[in-house]
């Protein structure tokens, strides 16, 4: 198990200056922030990031929200790290996420979750190389 993965702080989270809480919440979660940068992705950004989706109903929905307003992508270090960041984020839909979860606690719908975060240890290194080099990898072995 790879002990990397990737999240993002969507721009519902961020306008909402949940951004600091979103963070050290994964920090206390035993997460290490290996790289960390706020940027606004252009539609040629989220359109490359979120590719895998390109077929599906939702893509362009998906596209315009994450170019909405300004992102936090943060390059993560633990033990069992994508699965532990999927337990804590919680389910995409909102409505179905566990009490205490960052999705339950800071989202708003299936569509405005707070957090993206990798759905695989392939993808966390796909994903963080895509908003990170290697050298900018705090930690990095």
Known sequence: ??????????????????T???????????F???????????????QA???VHAE?????????????GPVVA?????DNAVRHLRDVMGA?????????????EFGTSIEENAVHGSDSDENAAIETAFFFSQTELIGAV
């Open 1 to 18: 198990m790879a002990r990397h993965t990737l999240t993002i702080v969507k721009p519902d989270a961020v306008a909402a200056g949940n």
């Open 20 to 30: 600091g809480a979103i963070l050290a919440r994964i920090e206390k979660e035993g």
């Open 32 to 46: 290490s922030i290996r790289a960390v940068r706020k940027l606004r992705l252009t539609e040629a950004q989220a």
């Open 49 to 51: 990031f979120y590719a």
């Open 56 to 68: 599906r109903p939702f893509y362009g929905d998906l596209v315009a929200f994450m170019t909405r």
């Open 74 to 78: 943060a390059a993560l270090e633990r």
């Open 92 to 104: 995409t839909d909102v409505s179905k996420a566990e009490p205490g979860t960052l999705r339950a």
